[in-house]
């Protein structure tokens, strides 16, 4: 008998030893690897005009994620399943130009230089050659001035001036007054009107056709990504095919025929008349599209749980690597949106890493997830909610950071604070624990205004966490208000609060850390607020 309970107490020493120890040390330690300089460096390359502004739909975006992925190989975090690489591909699809070109008289014509076009208002236009283009005026059609009255355009190419035409007092031919009518303030009403003519193809003639290309740089060169699989949509628009033409290309159009455009035009200025002109000139314009599949990805790093009984629950800790992209030359970095939440998801992926490889890791696995599309709709993280990689049942939480690294005006005399959004919504115990981390760790200010059901910003519906919270997953997110280089060129590396931004990482680890290492998982408690 005595034989026996030696033997006991000698497995039941083994059995403790087998099992995970997890020490407040272990999270202190851990916490050390999120360093400002790691940020500094991670962000300055994340950052960088090299990067492209991240958008969605561009290889820039691309880059980023595989920037996201070198660095878990490097730290030697493991992909989140055998074979499975860190990407979770997702399927966007849009449409692109497979054939736009203008040539006139043997000229051809460079698009966004010369001219350019909207995709998405145009119908797919194969190649076409023609000997002659109508000059009709203004393309309008009203009780009070008409272009079309005198005019044969079915099946042709007809070029048309912006706005409208006025009399010797300024005032417009149609309103009788300084106001502009219907026609000038929607060119769409224009191309509808031609459509319905018959006419193949409009050119509207842009005097300022530098700057509008500058302007509408963003939706020119974006192919209108949408998430799924293509659905075969009816591609004719509603409107007539056009392209806006410098008025470079204009005098190249009227050739030797000047004199008679410039008595049509007078003949507008003098008595409020048109009659068109036919430009004998050779032009061949093709506007050709088709609907192609975009795949993009999100990004994962997996840190799995050390705890058998716990290791199938997970804590998901995000951040949206995409951005807004460049206008032109003009590159919009988002280094605090959000260079600066995926930065900080890196140093905690590697705080958790390295207590794992100090045989301390968080005993429910940790997934850190970097999702794209936000800014077109908060898109990857309703793909991975839809298409988890892990059971949405056995998730715990998710910790989601959007923008930390800045301080706004109310905080400019204090930037030892964060905005805190969402964490009492769904469970008490979220709240809770991210109060005992700060209280303990950070000493941060946590700042819930925008947290309020009435918060006119909405904040909480506005970032990755909405997604998984609809789902029924506790949610908190971490946010440092808006500046004024929000969404604009300005918000670079060099107006990064680097100390402040190490500060909120550390304590977003603590917390994630409490949900990761506690014996029970948090509970949803709370009832219709989200």
């Not at 208002?121 to 005026?137: I, M, Q, T, W």
């Not at 905005?419 to 769904?426: E, N, Q, T």
């Not at 006119?456 to 004024?484: L, V, W």
Request: hydrophobic residues 35%.
């Amino acid at each position: 008998m005595q034989n026996l309970v030696i033997l006991l107490l000698v497995l039941n020493a083994t059995l403790a030893w087998s099992q995970p120890t997890i020490t407040e040390d272990a999270s202190v330690d851990a916490a050390q690897t999120i360093t400002v300089d790691d940020l500094r460096r991670r962000l300055t390359y994340f950052a960088s005009d090299e990067m492209e502004g991240r958008e969605l739909g561009t290889e820039a975006n691309h880059r980023a994620a595989r920037y996201l992925a070198d660095e878990l190989q490097k730290m030697g975090i493991q992909p989140y399943a055998p074979g499975k690489g860190y990407f979770q591909s997702i399927p966007f699809y849009g449409t692109d130009w497979t054939d736009l070109y203008l040539e006139v008289d043997g000229t051809s014509y460079q698009n966004l230089v010369d001219y350019y076009s909207f995709i998405r208002l145009n119908s797919p236009l194969p190649r076409l050659e023609d000997n002659e283009v109508v000059f009709l005026g203004y393309g309008i059609e009203d009780p009070k001035y008409s272009d079309y009255k005198k005019a044969h355009v079915k099946d042709k190419v007809i070029v048309i001036l912006s706005g409208e035409p006025v009399d010797a007092q300024g005032n417009s031919r149609i309103t009788g007054t300084k106001e502009q009518s219907a026609w000038s303030k929607a060119i769409l009403r224009k191309l509808t009107l031609a459509k319905n003519k018959g006419v193949k193809a409009v050119l509207i003639v842009d005097e300022a056709i530098t700057k509008d290309i500058a302007d509408n740089s963003r939706q020119l060169r974006s192919n209108a990504l949408k998430m799924g699989e293509p659905e075969n949509p009816d591609l004719n628009s509603e409107y007539a095919n056009h392209l806006y033409i410098s008025p470079a290309i204009f005098e190249k159009l009227i050739g030797n025929q000047s004199a008679q455009v410039a008595k049509a035009r007078k003949r507008i200025d003098d008595a409020g008349k048109f009659k068109p002109v036919a430009l004998k000139t050779k032009i061949t314009l093709a506007q050709n599209f088709a609907e192609k599949e975009y795949p993009f990805e999100n990004v994962l790093g997996y840190i799995e749980g050390s705890d058998p009984k716990l290791k199938d629950e997970l804590v998901i800790v995000s951040a949206h690597f995409d951005h807004i992209g460049r206008n032109g030359d003009v590159i919009f970095n988002g280094a605090d949106d959000n260079g600066s939440g995926s930065c900080t998801v890196l140093e905690i992926a590697e705080a958790f890493h390295a207590a794992q490889l100090a045989g301390h890791g968080p005993r429910r696995s940790v997934l850190c997830l970097w999702v794209t599309g936000e800014e077109k709709g908060l898109l990857g993280s309703r793909y991975y909610t839809e298409h988890p990689v892990f059971p949405l049942e056995n998730t715990v939480a998710d910790v989601n950071i959007d923008m930390v690294g800045r301080v706004d005006a109310k905080y400019k005399d204090n930037p030892d604070y964060i905005y805190v959004i969402g964490s009492d919504r769904l469970s008490t115990a979220l709240h809770q624990i991210n109060e005992d981390a700060n209280a303990k760790y950070t000493q941060l200010t946590l700042d819930y205004t925008y947290n309020a059901d009435d918060d006119p910003n909405r904040f909480y519906y506005r970032s990755d966490h909405y997604n998984f919270a609809r789902k029924g997953i506790p949610a908190i997110f971490f946010f440092n208000g808006t500046h004024p280089d929000y969404h604009r060129p300005g918000d670079t590396v060099d107006k990064i609060n680097f100390v402040k931004m190490q500060k909120v990482a550390t304590l977003i680890f603590h917390t994630a850390w409490e949900l990761a290492n506690r014996d029970q998982r948090i509970q949803v408690d709370v009832q219709g607020r989200n």
